[in-house]
């Protein structure tokens, strides 16, 4: 057995005081307070849920740091539910907005935040679970919750892996911390063969296997089958091209906007902000007025919306996978933050993909841009050179976009082999 990390060996012993640095720090970040409050009664809550159940033959406990992450996960529950019936499943979060988001997921007998974790709280929590298969989606390793899961019997799983360059598991100075965790699970299940390798190569693991993302699974079938919120606008913009900004954080829009002016006669304009909560939904139309661009709310579009002088703004959630199918072009935010948002919805509708430069981290947004499917702007500039090649260019706008959906469709199949890799876990009846 190998000697416990330096790093790791620090994060067992300063762990069990993360509840008293919390509360210190709660007072300062009304987030940390709103967590701590949420995390109140989780225990007796938890085991309240669970005890009401019947007896299962196999609970499987899946674990996404946000949003994002689970939604990598729904097309494997949907299909381990058709291959073992009488499975049960439990689903924790880390961030408030996956929470948020999914808190009423109908598949799952309990949705909740993990608790902080201390020690106690890990072995606590892994034995009120008694989970037989745990799976953990993409990343969010907590050193004390899973060691817990492991010593419960549980089989650990980490599907969808990546190690992008630049990453903190590729440091140094952490190797030592993350092999020991990542020796825990298992078996890893990675994105690309590249991540295979890397998880070999680098830190020992030869439980590992390529299986693919399962969100190019989700993406198709969600594109295929819902198009409900899509059907009301799309009359709206009937007979105009639409390019529809998704996810934009205030740098984006500061190049989308004018870059879109310069097309605003052919092309209307649909903005979905990543945050729509009231003042960021405020600060954008005032923004938009300062240009003298007039803008409605699509919680208050007016019968007499129009698509050639006014700009839709999206402030509320659920719409912006759908808007794509009435989309021409779609320019995807967070690539001038920390990291673009997802590439795969816009893709999968046939249209070019516009984004900013900081995509690195993100394995589908580097793919599609290899591929040629998704087209980077560095500046303002950039943007309006784009749209206006795309907007003249109809036969590169069409090839930009069928090289964006043979991307995603080269990319699916994650989910059936991801989900035989779990249902041998699944103890059978006798």
Partial sequence: MTMPSLALIAYRLSSPLQPTVLRLLSSRFPKLKTLEKVRINLFPELEKKLNALPKSSCRLWVHASSVGEFEQARPIITELRKTIPGMDLVVSFFSESGYEARKNYPDAAAVFYLPVDTPENAKKLASLIGANIFLL??????????????????????AAATLPAGSPYLKRSLKGFYRQLFSLFDLILTISDKDRKAFRDRFGCQNVQRAGDPRFDQVVERKNNSAEQASKLKPLFQGRMVLVGGSTWEPDESILVPAWLTQQKRLSLVLVPHQVDRQNIERLINDLRKKNIDAVTISSIPENFNPETQVLVVDQTGYLAELYSIASIAYVGGAFGVNVHNTIEPAAHSIPVLLGPRYSNSPEATGLVEAAGGIVVNNEQDLRNELTGLMENAGYRRRTGHIAVAYVRSKLGATSIITKALAQYCPTKS
């Avoid at 989606?137 to 089989?155: C, Q, T, V």
Wanted: aromatic share 14%; net charge positive; proline share 5%.
């Fill in 137 to 158: 989606m993409r990343y969010d390793f907590w050193p004390n919750h899973l060691e817990a899961i492991k010593k419960s019997g549980a089989k650990m799983v980490l």
